[in-house]
């Protein structure tokens, strides 16, 4: 998880800072549009860093007004369903287990560098 850790904490941290010192001037939620609210793409690209915030070793309980809106993006029934594709998100629930989580990420080290060895092989030939 170092490699990860290296480059996520910095980025994750900026991110948190940025958005936690935005958010309070917000006037709503998410952006109001006429008669209804919508989330914009740099919220949904925020969400992921902000929702993974734990594996990068980032508390955002530190920033009470991120905290705030990863839960209400996460509310979202778009943002809900879209988080489990591919995949199951599962990280949430990771973070509360030390132990799955150091599977977890032993696992996603390893496809990286699997990765990345196949990679170098066919940039090779």
């Known amino acids: 998880m170092a490699c990860w850790t290296s ?51 980032i508390d955002i309980d530190e920033f009470p007004t991120l905290k705030a809106w990863e839960e209400r993006m996460a509310a979202r029934p778009g943002v809900e369903k879209g988080r489990h594709v591919p995949d199951p998100h599962k990280i949430k629930e990771l973070l509360k287990d030390k132990a799955k989580m150091d599977e977890y990420a032993a696992k996603s080290r390893a496809w990286v560098q699997k990765g990345m060895k196949e990679d170098a092989a066919k940039s090779q030939k």
Request: aromatic share 10%.
């Open 7 to 57: 480059i996520s904490q910095p980025t994750t941290a900026r991110t948190s800072w940025v958005r936690s010192a935005l958010l309070p001037v917000s006037i709503a939620p998410f952006v109001r549009h006429s008669h209804h609210s919508c989330i914009l793409h740099t919220d949904l690209a925020h969400w992921g860093w902000i929702a993974a915030a734990g594996w990068a070793g």
